[in-house]
């Protein structure tokens, strides 16, 4: 049987990229393919040892760093890879790998991150945030979106089999894309964290500075709570405007190499979470280390924190809400054991994924 599998891009690391990694493990002669790759992220994912095909959008300029500025282009780059000799087709899928022309002798299996955000729930803010909301240039990004959303429906008829990363997003697919999916939740390298031996007097909070994961409500909730310590962890676009909220008691440490972030996160007294996420890694993480989870109860953080056992939630990305879920989660922290907080972030380890998905392709390779 021969077996291709297929990523958006692979250019650096982050959650859809390991897990790409952990099925393409379990498929170790199976062929790749994606839009751009670069050498040093195939050699950290282990990949260097398959047959990795990238598009033409590899050799247009600047693609490496700057690829999603051909984001037009992504619906026939991804048509071009010719997959008529496969038996088998996974794909990897937060954009446009789920695309890939198949044939009806063929099973195609995609793992879904998410629909499209930038097409479909995040339309208007990606318009907004890039300046293309109004003006010929936002009438013509808007023309451009409404075509990719009208190709990224059409060519969900080319997957025979949806996995979606959690409930959260099960329920997205079938709304926009009006299919059934089965859930695994993704691979966390739960076993790379340990609870520490002693704890330190502080939050943590750990992200991307980007505008949808809230950074800036954490700081401005800590900056009214003069007496409680805030660690703040990542870079990103945001970092200077985060920079300007913070007060005293909150330290921004910026980028951390990742022995340094398991120091700060298994010390923490919790891990705070604003975002709405798909599924959401760090949050897990966190619990990997035994560490109780304040996180905004949306999205991918109700799969994975279960409340007053390993987390605390709180209802609206407001400041007022998060104060309130860090001065509530004081009054009970004594009742959270780091023993049942780190057992159950187990049930979400790489172990469990691949044996899952192992099963999962199996046994659609059975009724077919």
Not at 73 to 100: R, T
Request: net charge positive.
């Amino acid at each position: 049987m021969k077996v291709a599998l297929v990523q958006d891009w692979l250019t650096v690391i982050g959650g859809s990229e390991n897990v790409f990694k952990e099925i393409a493990s379990l498929f170790p002669e199976a062929d790749v393919f994606t839009l751009v790759a670069r050498e040093e992220t195939l050699e950290k994912l282990g990949l260097k040892g398959h047959k990795v095909q990238t598009s033409f959008i590899q050799r247009l300029p600047f693609a490496k760093k700057k690829y999603r500025s051909y984001l037009p282009l992504f619906p026939l780059a991804v048509e071009q890879f010719d997959l008529s000799g496969y038996d088998l087709i996974i794909s990897s899928s937060h954009a446009v790998a789920k695309g890939v022309l198949t044939n009806a002798n063929q099973i195609h299996i995609c793992y879904c991150h998410s629909p499209m955000r930038y097409a479909w729930d995040l339309n208007h803010q990606y318009l907004r945030e890039s300046g293309l909301n109004k003006g010929l240039k936002g009438f013509l990004a808007q023309y451009l979106l409404h075509r990719i959303r009208t190709w990224d429906h059409i060519s969900t008829n080319r997957v025979d089999h949806f996995i979606a990363n959690s409930k959260y997003i099960a329920k997205r697919i079938k709304k926009v894309y009006g299919r059934d999916s089965d859930v695994i939740y993704p691979n966390v390298a739960t076993e790379d964290f340990a609870p520490a031996a002693e704890k330190g007097d502080y939050f943590v909070t750990c992200s991307r500075f980007v505008p949808y994961k809230k950074i800036d409500l954490i700081v401005q909730a800590f900056a009214q709570m003069p007496d409680k310590k805030l660690l703040v962890i990542g870079d990103g676009p945001d970092f200077k405007k985060v920079s300007k909220l913070a007060v005293a008691n909150t330290v921004l440490l910026g980028y951390q190499t990742f022995d340094k972030l398991k120091a700060y996160l298994s010390a923490a007294k919790a891990f705070v979470f604003a975002a709405e996420e798909d599924f959401g890694i760090l949050p897990v993480e966190a619990q990997a280390c035994g560490v109780p989870v304040i996180a905004f109860g949306k999205g991918g953080a109700l799969e994975s924190v279960v409340e007053n056992k390993t987390g605390v939630f709180f209802k609206n990305q407001t400041v007022p809400d998060i104060i309130a879920a860090v001065q509530h989660f004081d009054s009970i922290q004594h009742t959270f054991d780091p023993v049942a907080i780190r057992e159950h972030a187990e049930s979400f380890s790489t172990g469990r994924f691949k044996a899952q998905m192992l099963q999962f392709v199996q046994s659609k390779l059975k009724q077919s």
